[in-house]
T-cell receptor, first 114, second 115 residues
């Protein structure tokens, strides 16, 4: 069965600092990997996704993520965090074939301080 | 373009009452998902439909929960009878399924409080 682990429930960073959110997945084959962001009171919005090819993926809002097969990881990064990035971030994994059953991690809540 | 539309946004009800949550997916999307989000368990997939057919309902907690998708533009999630532990935010999401892109488009959620 597929699963996602986000080891950090809560992270606080200063505005302008760099950010890395960790994600490890378990999946028996080549996965599709996603990062979603949820602002308070809102639904989830896709930041970026990895299917194949270049293991460094660029997304919206200046985010990027790197797929490392050997480490079963798909960490999300941003060089300089803005106060508006405060939100909850979800890593997700889905199958590369068949129906699109996507499994989400527990989420990492990001707090940005001045 | 309109996104996924859910109603009601907020629902407060008493234990034992029936609750019906509604979802209108994005036009042209052929997959629809119901998720439940709680602090303790995060985001859980309850059920998903493909071309209006329920494909996997293994996440439905128990018989008190039921979901239908009578046509491509409408789905309901019903809880009868409701219990306090059902209090959560329920999200509907849809996906086009084209090329298995996997991107889910979420509604804003229905926050359910069962007293």
């Amino acid at each position: 069965a597929q699963s996602v682990t986000q080891p950090d429930i809560h992270i606080t960073v200063s505005e302008g600092a760099s950010l890395e959110l960790r994600c490890n997945y378990s999946y028996g084959a080549t996965p599709y990997l996603f990062w979603y962001v949820q602002s308070p009171g809102q639904g989830l919005q896709l930041l970026l996704k990895y299917f194949s090819g270049d293991t460094l993926v660029q997304g919206i809002k200046g985010f990027e993520a790197e797929f490392k097969r050997s480490q079963s990881s798909f960490n999300l990064r941003k060089p300089s965090v803005h106060w508006s990035d405060a939100a909850e971030y979800f890593c997700a994994v889905g199958p590369s074939g068949g129906y699109q059953k996507v499994t989400f991690g527990i989420g990492t809540k990001l707090q940005v301080i001045p | 373009d309109a996104g996924v539309i859910q109603s009601p946004r907020h629902e407060v009800t008493e234990m034992g009452q029936e609750v019906t949550l509604r979802c209108k997916p994005i036009s042209g999307h052929n997959s629809l998902f119901w998720y439940r989000q709680t602090m303790m368990r995060g985001l859980e997939l309850l059920i998903y439909f493909n071309n209006n057919v329920p494909i996997d309902d293994s996440g439905m907690p128990e018989d008190r929960f039921s979901a239908k998708m009578p046509n491509a533009s409408f789905s309901t999630l019903k809880i009868q009878p409701s219990e306090p532990r059902d209090s959560a935010v329920y999200f509907c999401a849809s996906s086009s399924g084209q090329g298995l892109s996997g991107e889910l488009f979420f509604g804003e959620g229905s926050r359910l409080t069962v007293l």
